[in-house]
T-cell receptor, first 114, second 111 residues
Framework: DGGITQSPKYLFRKEGQNVTLSCEQN?????MYWYRQDPGQGLRLIYY???????QKGDIAEGYSVSREKKESFPLTVTSAQKNPTAFYLC?????????????FGDGTRLSIL | SQELEQSPQSLIVQEGKNLTINCTSS?????LYWYKQKYGEGLIFLMM?????EEKSHEKITAKLDEKKQQSSLHITASQPSHAGIYLC???????????FGTGTRLTVIP
């Protein structure tokens, strides 16, 4: 079945450590997105990519990095510069067209600090 | 800044009752999306509205976008425990697909 796979489901980070969250899609979507969700808040956009080898910062990109080497994959690295990384991270993808296309989401990765 | 206000923040209803969730923007929206989220899981796409006055239904859920394209409502008829979760509205202000989201409405349905 087509869909978006995020891994791992739970992740723990030590102080000063970088961690990478995986996001893979087999929907043949051009665009991919990373969001952060904190309790009581909506989703906030971290990074997005419209095509391979290209990506743009979202509203809260500081302390994060991404790559888009393949259409299917859009990994997110939470660097040690991100001082408050504890959150629920959601990856999404959509077809990239002139008009609105709905985003489809993975099941998320919950990141916690040890 | 781009903001979506959702109301109410939480809602507890008896099974079988109808309910409405609202999503309001101070600016005209290009597209309005409704998603449902169960705790600790991803978002499930429900419906997308683009035209002023548009209304869409799926099973017992109906979403509407007002003529000015600044307010949307999500109405659930004869609620069931399976409707419980967090409902989020998301919107775009241009033709781009970047969404900004409301803070969500937590729905509890009591059997």
């Amino acid at each position: 079945d087509g869909g978006i796979t995020q891994s791992p489901k739970y992740l723990f980070r030590k102080e000063g450590q970088n961690v990478t969250l995986s996001c893979e899609q087999n929907l043949n979507h051009d665009a991919m997105y990373w969001y952060r969700q904190d309790p009581g808040q909506g989703l906030r956009l971290i990074y997005y990519s419209q095509i391979v080898n290209d990506f743009q910062k979202g509203d809260i990109a500081e302390g994060y990095s991404v790559s888009r080497e393949k259409k299917e994959s859009f990994p997110l690295t939470v660097t040690s510069a991100q001082k408050n990384p504890t959150a629920f991270y959601l990856c999404a993808s959509s077809a990239w067209a002139r008009y609105n296309q709905p985003q489809h989401f993975g099941d998320g990765t919950r990141l916690s600090i040890l | 800044s781009q903001e979506l206000e959702q109301s109410p923040q939480s809602l507890i209803v008896q099974e079988g009752k109808n309910l409405t969730i609202n999503c309001t923007s101070s600016k005209t929206l290009y597209g309005l999306y409704w998603y449902k989220q169960k705790y600790g899981e991803g978002l499930i796409f429900l419906m997308m509205l683009q035209k002023g006055g548009e209304e869409k239904s799926h099973e017992k859920i109906t979403a509407k976008l007002d003529e000015k394209k600044q307010q949307s409502s999500l109405h659930i008829t004869a609620s069931q425990p399976s409707h419980a979760g967090i409902y989020l509205c998301g919107a775009t202000q241009t033709g781009a697909n970047n969404l900004f989201f409301g803070t969500g409405t937590r729905l509890t349905v009591i059997p």
